[in-house]
Nanobody
Framework: QVQLVESGGGTVPAGGSLRLSCAAS????????MAWYRQTPGRQREMVAL?????TDYATSVRGRFIISRDDVRTLSLQMNNLKPEDTGVYYC????????WGQGTQVTVSA
């Protein structure tokens, strides 16, 4: 059973940077697509970035500011630069396996 644990959230001023990490335990391979999602109050959970050996993709709103990386088979990161207040939300790590695996989320708050 794969489990995901996020870390690295916090509060930063607009224009600042944060790096989120996701640690995976259990049986997981590099071929698994992993992603970061975020959820803000009143909105559906949205994909921020995803990666697998074939492609990397970003939501239009974060392209050029965020970088997703699979640092090793068990670690997924999200480098977030030039943060904006609208980036505020709970960020979730996701592994797309036979079933979707989710972490518990980490709060990111960007102050104006």
């Amino acid at each position: 059973q794969v489990q995901l644990v996020e870390s690295g959230g916090g509060t930063v001023p607009a224009g600042g940077s944060l790096r989120l990490s996701c640690a995976a335990s259990g049986t997981i391979t590099r071929t698994v697509t992993m992603a970061w999602y975020r959820q803000t109050p009143g909105r559906q959970r949205e994909m921020v970035a995803l990666t697998n050996p074939s492609r990397t993709d970003y939501a239009t709103s974060v392209r050029g500011r965020f970088i997703i990386s699979r640092d090793d088979v068990r670690t997924l990161s999200l480098q977030m630069n030039n943060l904006k207040p609208e980036d505020t939300g709970v960020y979730y790590c996701n592994a797309k396996m036979i079933e979707n695996i989710w972490g518990q989320g980490t709060q990111v708050t960007v102050s104006a």
